[in-house]
């Protein structure tokens, strides 16, 4: 049963990759012919195709090619170079890390606050939900050039821009969360003489967690989104969102996609170890089982 389950799962996702796959491939040609018969002449159809697919600058490179710089510059070399994926990927996985803890500390502060005082409720709420209407674009030179004015520079601003994409979901699920119980269960907990933090602690929030990790995982994207985002008004040299610049300005497609798809591999396993913490805290409070 269990492996028809997992196979049942496998082949739709490997037949989406594979048509993917073959219109990338097909949408490849028309986008490089123009530099290939600017560079070849008299090639037949065949050595045309080959020359569109093996570009050094191609407008769109092919995935085997965004396959070969990732793992040559992740595999072959050196950690410390200024050239491997890792290095750069470590560079944005701190910020991204800072940022998504201090986004999801003021997150949950903030719900706390909203769900436990009807004045901070009718009036921060709306700011919160407001706030997120502003570009990030917008406001993360801004953040960059008022820090730097005060010496301020390096990990702290992009933490900060990593922040204020990631409290909103945050704030949003544990309000939601802190919510979820029934007024039954709120009636039982008064006949027992409860107290308002009790209440809180033993039916609030284990009712929200689910909640939280669902909120958890779009926040954690989140950070990694403000993260790339605050390298590239920064002028910096090191991170996945500066490989991306230094690679838009040499003409470098197969770099910037390259750094594109670690920025996506590192998401979705920042996101697996979160849906992997959950399953245990969610198990263990026998939650679920």
């Not at 490849?28 to 600058?57: D, G, Y």
């Not at 998504?100 to 769900?115: E, K, M, N, Y």
């Not at 920025?263 to 939650?287: E, G, P, R």
Request: proline letters at 5%.
């Amino acid at each position: 049963m269990g492996s028809n389950y997992k196979k049942n799962k496998v082949v739709p996702v490997t037949a989406i990759l594979l048509l993917i796959g073959i219109f990338w491939y097909l949408v490849a040609i028309p986008m490089n012919s123009e530099k290939v018969s600017r560079q070849f002449k008299n090639l037949s159809t065949s050595e045309h195709i080959q020359k569109c697919w093996s570009l050094k600058k191609p407008k769109l490179p092919t995935p085997h090619q965004i396959v070969t710089e990732m793992v040559n510059t992740t595999f072959f070399k050196k950690v410390s170079s200024k050239r491997s994926l890792v290095y750069h990927g470590w560079i944005t996985l701190q910020a991204t890390l800072a940022g998504f803890f201090l986004g999801t500390l003021f997150g949950i502060l903030l719900a706390l606050g909203i769900v436990h005082n009807k004045a901070m409720d009718l009036s921060v709420m709306p700011w919160v939900i407001a706030s997120q209407t502003i570009p990030i674009l917008a406001i993360a030179p801004m953040i960059i050039v008022v820090m730097s004015s005060v010496g301020v520079t390096g990990l702290l601003p992009k933490a900060i821009i990593s922040m204020y994409l990631s409290f909103f979901p945050v704030v949003v699920g544990m309000v939601k969360g802190l919510r979820s119980p029934d007024q039954i269960q709120l009636d039982q907990m008064k006949t027992w003489s409860a107290s308002s933090n009790q209440i809180l602690w033993y039916l609030r929030f284990p009712s929200s967690l689910p909640f939280l990790f669902a909120s958890l995982k779009v926040g954690v994207a989140a950070s990694l989104v403000g993260a790339i985002v605050g390298e590239l008004p920064s002028g910096a040299i090191s991170g996945l969102g500066a490989r991306m610049l230094a690679g838009t300005y040499y003409g470098q497609t197969i770099m910037i996609w390259s750094a594109l798809f670690a920025a996506a591999f590192l998401a979705a396993f920042l996101v697996f170890i979160i849906d992997f913490s959950q399953k245990i805290v969610l198990k263990k409070m026998a939650i679920i089982r």
